[in-house]
C-alpha cells in the first residue's frame, strides 16, 4: 500500500512521544525538527481582554457538551432499563439507537481531552479502545486478542473469579467499582471493562463479518432468564450490562460538575492562568486530535494493517459517525460554536475571531481546511449510508476505499499544518501537536 507523502517536519514536529491510552497527552512535546527549521515563537499578537473572552467560551463549550453527553447518556440508561425490564428484538434495537444517539456529542468532547489533563486522565475509563473483548463476555473460537494478554479470554461474566497470572480476583459480585478496577488488568491496555465500547459489545456483540458487509448480531435472549434464554450466565450478563451503562452516566456526571461555570474547579483553575495557556490548550487539543489520533491511531492504522480489530466503533459499525463527529469537534472549538442534541446554536467568542484579527489569510485558509476535512468525513459517512461501511472500506481489495480513507487522512494532515500557523500568528510557537509516532 502506497505511503501518505510526509509534509516538512516544521509543520508536523513528526517524532514525540508515542501517544497509546494512559500517556501523557497534556502538554506539547519537544519538537524533532531541527532548530533551523523551527520558526522563532513570536510575541503575543492578540488582545489580551478577548483572548480571555475566548477561553471562558471554551469553558462554555465544554460543559454544554459534556452536558449533552451526560444527557444522552441517561437516555442509554433508560433504554437499557427498559430492556433489561423485557428483553425482546424491540427494546433491543432501541437500546441500541440509544446508545448510537449518545454516541453524537461525546465524540464531540474529544478534542477537549489533548491538553486539558483532568479529561485525559478520565477518558481511558470512558472510551478506551480498542478492547479485548474476551475479557468481559463469550467469543468466538477464533477470537484474535492482543498477544501477551493475560486477560483476553477471562470472560468475567461467566466466572465468580478470574486469574490472571499469579493472581486470583474475586469477581462474583459485578459492580461499577470492580468493573473500573478491572481496566488494564494484567498491565494490557487492551483489557478494558468500562465505558462506551464495553456496552457496544454487549448490545452488538462481536461483529464477526471481517471486511465484509454487517455489524454484530448479540441476540436479544443472550438477556432472557428461563425459556428461550441464550449465551449461558445471563443474570450477570444483566448485571454487568446495569453496572456498566450506570457507571458511564456517572463518570459524565462528574466531567460535567470539572466544566461548570463559578465553581471551584478545573474550569476556574484554566481560567485563572494566563490566557496564552488557554489558547494554547485549545489549538494543540485541535491539532492532536486532528492528527495524531483521528488521522493516526483511528484512521491510519487500521487501514495499513486492513484491521477491524483498529476500527473503533467495530461491534456497531458506527466508526464513520464516530469520525465525523471527532473532525465536528475541531471545528466547533475554532469556530466557537455548537449544535446542541436539542437544535440550539452555542456561539461566543472564538479563535477564528482571534485569528482574523491578526491575519485574515490564515483564518480563511484554516476555516476552509476544516470545511474540506468535514467533507471528506462526510463522504465516509455518505458510503455508510450506501451499504459499504468503514469495515469494508479498509479491505486489502477495496481500492475506492481505501482512498476514501487516505483522502481524510490527508485533509487532517493539511489542517493540522494549518491549526500550527494559526497558533503562529497568535504568538503561540511550537505547537508541536501530537503525532502519535505516526509518520504522515
Known sequence: MPRMPLVPASLLAVAIALAGCGDDKNAPAQSAAPASQQSAPAAAAFDEAQARAVV??????????????????????????????????????????????????????????????????????????????????????????????????ANIIANTEIRVGEDVIDVSEITGELLASLNELGGSEANVATGYHAIEFLLWGQDLNGTDAGAGQRPYTDFLVGDGATGGNNERRRAYLKAVTDLLVSDLEEMVAQWQPGADNYRASLEAEPSANGLRKMLFGMGSLSLGELAGERMKVSLEANSTEDEHDCFSDNTHHSHFYNGLGIRNIYLGEYRRVNGDILSGPSLSSLVAQVDADTDATLKADLDATQARLQALVDSAAAGVHYDQLIAADNAEGNQLIRDAIAALVKQTASIEQAAARLGIGDLNPDTADHEF
Do not use: C, K
Not at 433504554?79 to 427494546?91: E, W
Not at 479502545?129 to 486478542?145: C, K, R, S
Open 56 to 153: 471562558r467560551h471554551y469553558g462554555d463549550l465544554a460543559a454544554a457538551i459534556f452536558g449533552d453527553a451526560l444527557s444522552t447518556a441517561r437516555e442509554l440508561q433508560a433504554a437499557v432499563d427498559a430492556f433489561l425490564a423485557a428483553p425482546d428484538q424491540t427494546t433491543l434495537d432501541a437500546a441500541r439507537q440509544a446508545w448510537l444517539a449518545a454516541r453524537v456529542p461525546y465524540m464531540q468532547t474529544e478534542v477537549f481531552r489533548f491538553g486539558n489533563p483532568n479529561v485525559d486522565e478520565w477518558e481511558g475509563q470512558v472510551n478506551a479502545w480498542p478492547l479485548d473483548e474476551g475479557l468481559i463476555d463469550y467469543v468466538a473460537e477464533d477470537y484474535q486478542h492482543a498477544l501477551g494478554n493475560p486477560g483476553a479470554t
